[in-house]
């Protein structure tokens, strides 16, 4: 559990008491239900959901208040394992169920060898006051929950960074009972969890108010009394003070507002009904089961039934996902003799290392070694130290390695290791790096037209910043490698989970100080990557191979998910200044943007990333005068690296910003802005690199007509009319993607191919399968270039020993260019084959391959595409930056909770150009993945360090992704049709990254709901909202009397 993992405390016995009889009880009494402690949560709300039905409803006030908490209280996996004891017991200031056992008046029914006894579970028990709690030969053998009565009101909240799966930011228990038939308060109970170590109780508030009218005077009075005695100092624990103070009084009015429409539905004539603006607060936002649609051009009626190239083919290892057969690194058997690898990371941001005591490591039971930076046999990494030899950059960087016999004594080893170290000044943010001139590469800078007689010909000019946050790749397969030694020749076999299949090879020779024909490098696939796994799996390839070679024996190193996010870094965190000239009709004509992106302690892949931001962040929008300034900075965290996009959403993001303030000024609409400054036909970028925008218009054409609009504008605009305190938005976002790299080499690729004499075909090439279908669309290729069925194809895995040389599978050309190698390959043996078909058309394909086999014709063939031709002059700013563009547009709409900041993602329809589709399904998949991970990006994720450079996110207990109540619960996708790309194979586009920036589409949307909110109370509409935009951004942006209380 977690005191294990995360404090190393360690329990020889564990007790579990799911099978002993008496804590399973599940009893009605006259003074209620009785539910036995060892009860899993998933029983308690089976049980209380029957019982619910069956009793008067003034008795179910407790019960519906818990069973609202237990429908999203963690997951349903930890609710069919956890239990209400268990969950009582432990005390969690942010456990739901506790304040509302308290206020409900629960008592807890405890037994010792010797007695039995019986406890209130109160405020007392949950602040673990000595004389209200169980003595340590005690166990909680049941709970006794009473039923409500009449004229009780009980209510539960909570709010999470997600709706679902999440631990609460503050959750609240709420209980009144009035006098009968008035509004004149007997008793009063408001506890909440969240705030500090224990669950805290606002006694004194609630003794102040007995005998006071439930009315609005008593909620001032009562809302002032609260955030006296409940205090949140400014640096408690946790952060989001004046969001998690406004949560309490938030909560109060809620129930306020309840406890009133109760009265009113009791005693109709004697308690008005509520007014429509505060029905508008009632109820938390509820998601349905998303609904999806898809829509994408059929193949043409004359194209073979056996082609499968265009047809919506299942992923190749769909099935085994599903089932858990699909083998990753660590599923891979153990191998004799085989050694586990656990890693000794830093504890300091920045200091240089005076010594390594491995002593006590080595004497731990099973421990075989201790490999450091001076056990490798060449070179010690790169651009950055496998091992950290004279100093330490960042927390999480590697300093030496434990192998021992097993993962847990390995792990038990790197704890025994003691490090000392010398500190040194770190720097860790974009404006600490600013400050101190640290950055990784020279400024670059791109300049179109003349932006000091733009300013001046400018009607208004406006400036900002923008702030947009990092982002976890948080792959279901963590970093992992298996390296096994060969007895002769020093050779290796290297199974990995990465990328960059050569980039390994490479790396781990450098090291050993081989030739890389020695290493061989195996990826059978990978379960994610995002661009994660383009540098850092070499490193721990290193890592483990330097390990092996000390010891002899084969390593495996496979990294638990907290020490994965410990040690590699992700998106790169943005921060952009722009100052924009623009004409009362919404036309920019002038932009000056400086860019910063928080680097790291390396360089890695940051100088293109910024490269990147600077080439796209026109987006969709023609900038007639335009100077971008970017620079990546250096500081003291883990060195940020590739990321789905690479750049351009947070540069997208940014430019929209842009748009939105200028709309903002002018007060005109958003979309007309927009449309005003989109490109128009054959245009030029920044860049100077000449495209057409003809699919860019038909896209958003086709995305207003789709989405309808300008219909749904108005339904949003008189739904805000009547609910003040929700709100909805809707917003329609243009894209331009450039995909692939700025340098031709990147887009080369090589493949191999067999043909056996049965007849059957193994295809392998340079790419690797990241869970994208690149192997599924391959063999569509392969079965179309070959005229076979799909089901004579296999490919196996791809390996440095069939195809040398590989680029890294990345900027969403994987597929298009390994797919070009490939179909080279598969034409050069059909060509081979004419001379047979020729002797006998109407032969199978077994017969040809036998007679071709007969005549010594070679039957296996490799295949090369040079790539595409880009290139860069930065000197000159012009160049064929990217291979290609693809458009595509996004409208999503929302729905926003004022009183507490939860969102609600309504519909999304997207329109993407994606040519002629290889595989619609899986191109849709990708376009619905990416979106959904760019929803994240922007409402969701978001990373903190702590003052001394120590990732505090490591897990997705405080990590959050998107999960299912994050899907819009209409999600529709349109490829348009009869669009074509000359310059792909078969006309098609990658689709593997473009998706993700139109998840911003959610963050303007939920930028206009707050807007909304805010027009509402009079509060200025120029305001800025940063990424992520979270629960707590979204109801501090809000302000309202609540947030004016603190």
């Given at each position: 559990g977690l005191k294990k993992n995360h404090h190393g405390v360690y329990h020889p016995i564990i007790l579990h008491p799911v099978r002993i009889p008496e804590m399973h009880v599940v009893s009605s009494t006259n003074d209620g239900l009785v539910i036995g402690a060892a009860c899993c949560l998933a029983q308690l709300r089976d049980i209380l959901m029957e019982a619910v039905p069956k009793l008067p409803e003034e008795k179910t006030k407790i019960y519906q208040a818990l069973l609202q908490h237990l429908r999203t209280l963690a997951g349903e996996q930890i609710r069919s394992m956890a239990s209400l004891g268990g969950h009582i017991v432990s005390r969690g200031s942010t456990w739901d169920l506790n304040p509302i056992l308290s206020v409900g008046k629960s008592v807890l029914n405890l037994a010792s060898e010797d007695s039995k006894r019986q406890i209130p579970l109160d405020d007392q028990f949950l602040a673990g006051c000595e004389h209200a709690d169980i003595k340590p030969e005690e166990v909680i053998v049941s709970v006794l929950i009473p039923y409500s009565v009449k004229d009780e009101f009980i209510s539960a909240f909570r709010q999470a960074e997600s709706q679902k799966n999440a631990l609460s930011i503050v959750n609240?228990?709420?209980?009144?009972?009035?006098?009968?038939?008035?509004?004149?308060?007997?008793?009063?109970?408001?506890?909440?969890?969240?705030?500090?170590?224990?669950?805290?109780?606002?006694?004194?508030?609630?003794?102040?108010?007995?005998?006071?009218?439930?009315?609005?005077?008593?909620?001032?009075?009562?809302?002032?009394?609260?955030?006296?005695?409940?205090f949140l100092p400014p640096s408690a624990l946790g952060g989001k003070v004046e969001y998690r103070r406004t949560l309490l009084v938030s909560f109060l009015f809620r129930?306020?507002?309840?406890?009133?429409?109760?009265?009113?539905?009791?005693?109709?004539?004697?308690?008005?009904?509520?007014?429509?603006e505060k029905v508008s607060a009632l109820g938390v936002l509820q998601n349905s089961v998303p609904q999806g649609v898809q829509i994408y051009q059929d193949v043409d009626p004359g194209q073979s039934p056996q082609d499968p190239v265009g047809r919506p083919i299942m992923h190749q290892s769909g099935i085994k996902h599903a089932t858990g057969e699909?083998?990753?690194?660590?599923?891979?058997?153990?191998?004799?003799?085989?050694?586990?690898?656990?890693?000794?990371?830093?504890?300091?941001?920045?200091?240089?290392?005076?010594?390594?005591?491995?002593?006590?490591?080595?004497?731990?039971?099973?421990?075989?070694?201790?490999?450091?930076?001076?056990?490798?046999?060449?070179?010690?990494?790169?651009?950055?130290?496998?091992?950290?030899?004279?100093?330490?950059i960042c927390v999480g960087q590697i300093i030496c390695a434990v192998v021992a016999e097993s993962l847990t004594q390995a792990k038990c080893g790197a704890e025994?290791?003691?490090?000392?170290?010398?500190?040194?000044?770190?720097?860790?943010?974009?404006?600490?790096?600013?400050?101190?001139?640290?950055?990784?590469?020279?400024?670059?800078?791109?300049?179109?037209?003349?932006?000091?007689?733009?300013?001046?010909?400018?009607?208004?000019?406006?400036?900002?910043?923008?702030?947009?946050?990092?982002?976890?790749?948080?792959?279901?397969?963590?970093?992992?490698?298996?390296?096994?030694?060969?007895?002769?020749?020093?050779?290796?076999?290297?199974?990995?989970?990465?990328?960059?299949?050569?980039?390994?090879?490479?790396?781990?020779?450098?090291?050993?100080?081989?030739?890389?024909?020695?290493?061989?490098?195996?990826?059978?696939?990978?379960?994610?990557a995002f661009g994660g796994k383009i540098t850092k799996p070499s490193l721990f390839a290193v890592i483990a191979a330097v390990a092996a070679h000390k010891t002899g024996h084969p390593v495996r190193f496979v990294?638990?998910?907290?020490?994965?996010?410990?040690?590699?870094?992700?998106?790169?965190?943005?921060?952009?200044?722009?100052?924009?000239?623009?004409?009362?009709?919404?036309?920019?004509?002038?932009?000056?943007?400086?860019c910063y992106i928080n680097g790291g302690c390396t360089k890695d892949e940051s100088e293109l990333v910024i490269e990147y931001i600077l080439l796209k962040v026109d987006n969709a929008y023609s900038i007639p005068n335009l100077r971008v300034r970017g620079h990546a900075c250096k500081t003291n965290l883990p060195s940020n690296t590739a990321f789905r996009?690479?750049?351009?959403?947070?540069?997208?993001?940014?430019?929209?910003?842009?748009?939105?303030?200028?709309?903002?000024?002018?007060?005109?609409?958003?979309?007309?802005?927009?449309?005003?400054?989109?490109?128009?036909?054959?245009?030029?970028?920044?860049?100077?690199?000449?495209?057409?925008?003809e699919n860019l218009w038909k896209c958003w054409e086709e995305c207003l007509d789709k989405s309808d609009y300008y219909s749904r504008k108005v339904m949003v605009e008189e739904f805000n009319m009547k609910n003040y305190w929700k709100k909805k938005g809707i917003a329609i976002i243009p894209m331009k993607f450039s995909v692939g790299f700025n340098a031709t080499y990147f887009h080369q690729a090589g493949a191999l191919v067999h043909i056996y004499i049965d007849g059957s075909v193994l295809v392998t090439h340079g790419g690797i399968e990241l869970g994208q279908g690149i192997h599924t669309k391959i063999l569509q290729i392969a079965s179309r270039e070959l005229k076979i069925p799909l089901s004579y194809i296999h490919f196996c895995e791809t390996s440095t020993t069939t195809v040398p040389n590989g680029k890294y599978t990345a900027g969403s050309v994987g597929t298009e260019i390994n797919a070009r190698a490939v179909q080279d390959a598969c034409q050069i043996l059909w060509k081979r084959l004419d001379p047979i078909r020729r002797d006998n058309p109407n032969g199978k394909w077994e017969d040809w391959i036998s007679e071709a086999h007969k005549q010594s014709?070679?039957?296996?063939?490799?295949?090369?595409?040079?790539?595409?031709?880009?290139?860069?002059?930065?000197?000159?700013?012009?160049?064929?930056?990217?291979?290609?563009?693809?458009?595509?547009?996004?409208?999503?709409?929302?729905?926003?909770?004022?009183?507490?900041?939860?969102?609600?993602?309504?519909?999304?329809?997207?329109?993407?150009?994606?040519?002629?589709s290889i595989n619609p399904a899986i191109d849709i998949g990708q376009i619905e993945g990416a979106f959904i991970q760019g929803v994240g990006l922007y409402t969701l994720e978001e990373i903190y360090f702590s003052p001394?450079?120590?990732?505090?996110?490591?897990?997705?207990?405080?990590?959050?992704?998107?999960?299912?109540?994050?899907?819009?619960?209409?999600?529709?996708?349109?490829?348009?049709?009869?669009?074509?790309?000359?310059?792909?194979?078969?006309?098609?586009?990658?689709?593997?990254?473009?998706?993700?920036?139109?998840?911003?589409?959610?963050?303007?949307?939920?930028?206009?709901?707050?807007?909304?909110?805010?027009?509402?109370?009079?509060?200025?509409?120029?305001?800025?909202?940063?990424?992520?935009?979270?629960?707590?951004?979204?109801?501090?942006?809000?302000?309202?009397?609540?947030?004016?209380?603190?």
């Open positions: 609240s228990g709420m209980r009144v009972l009035f006098r009968p038939g008035t509004n004149i308060i007997v008793d009063l109970s408001i506890l909440y969890g969240g705030i500090g170590s224990t669950t805290l109780s606002a006694r004194k508030s609630c003794e102040k108010l007995i005998g006071r009218q439930w009315n609005d005077q008593m909620l001032n009075e009562a809302c002032r009394l609260v955030l006296e005695e409940i129930f306020f507002l309840e406890v009133l429409n109760g009265l009113h539905q009791m005693y109709p004539f004697r308690y008005a009904e509520l007014s429509q699909a083998v990753y690194i660590d599923d891979i058997r153990p191998v004799d003799g085989e050694l586990s690898l656990a890693v000794v990371t830093s504890v300091k941001a920045h200091a240089k290392i005076i010594s390594i005591d491995a002593s006590e490591a080595l004497r731990v039971p099973g421990v075989v070694d201790v490999v450091t930076a001076r056990d490798v046999p060449g070179e010690n990494g790169k651009d950055e130290e496998a091992y950290a030899e004279d100093k330490v025994k290791v003691k490090i000392v170290y010398e500190d040194l000044e770190p720097i860790l943010t974009i404006e600490d790096a600013i400050e101190h001139n640290s950055y990784i590469t020279e400024e670059r800078k791109i300049e179109k037209g003349d932006i000091e007689k733009g300013f001046k010909s400018a009607d208004e000019i406006i400036e900002g910043e923008l702030h947009v946050g990092g982002q976890e790749h948080f792959y279901l397969e963590t970093n992992g490698v298996l390296v096994i030694p060969r007895v002769e020749d020093k050779e290796m076999d290297v199974y990995v989970s990465t990328q960059h299949a050569t980039g390994v090879q490479e790396l781990v020779a450098s090291a050993l100080n081989l030739q890389s024909n020695k290493i061989m490098c195996h990826v059978k696939r990978v379960g994610g990294l638990e998910r907290n020490m994965d996010m410990l040690i590699t870094g992700g998106r790169h965190p943005f921060f952009g200044k722009y100052k924009v000239g623009f004409m009362n009709d919404g036309r920019i004509i002038a932009a000056d943007f400086q996009g690479f750049g351009f959403p947070q540069a997208g993001l940014f430019v929209e910003t842009c748009i939105v303030a200028v709309a903002t000024q002018t007060g005109l609409p958003h979309e007309k802005v927009r449309e005003i400054n989109m490109y128009k036909g054959v245009n030029l970028t920044s860049f100077k690199e000449e495209f057409d925008a014709i070679n039957l296996s063939a490799t295949g090369y595409f040079k790539g595409y031709v880009t290139n860069v002059n930065w000197d000159t700013q012009k160049g064929h930056a990217f291979p290609y563009f693809l458009f595509g547009v996004a409208c999503s709409e929302v729905e926003i909770d004022c009183l507490t900041g939860d969102h609600k993602n309504i519909r999304t329809d997207i329109v993407m150009d994606a040519c002629f001394e450079g120590e990732q505090l996110t490591l897990g997705p207990d405080t990590y959050k992704i998107p999960a299912i109540c994050d899907i819009p619960e209409q999600f529709r996708v349109y490829l348009l049709p009869n669009s074509r790309n000359s310059i792909a194979i078969y006309s098609s586009k990658g689709m593997g990254e473009a998706g993700l920036f139109l998840g911003s589409s959610v963050f303007f949307a939920i930028r206009d709901a707050v807007a909304a909110a805010r027009k509402e109370r009079g509060l200025p509409l120029d305001f800025t909202l940063h990424s992520p935009l979270t629960v707590e951004r979204i109801r501090m942006a809000c302000e309202d009397v609540f947030t004016e209380m603190v």
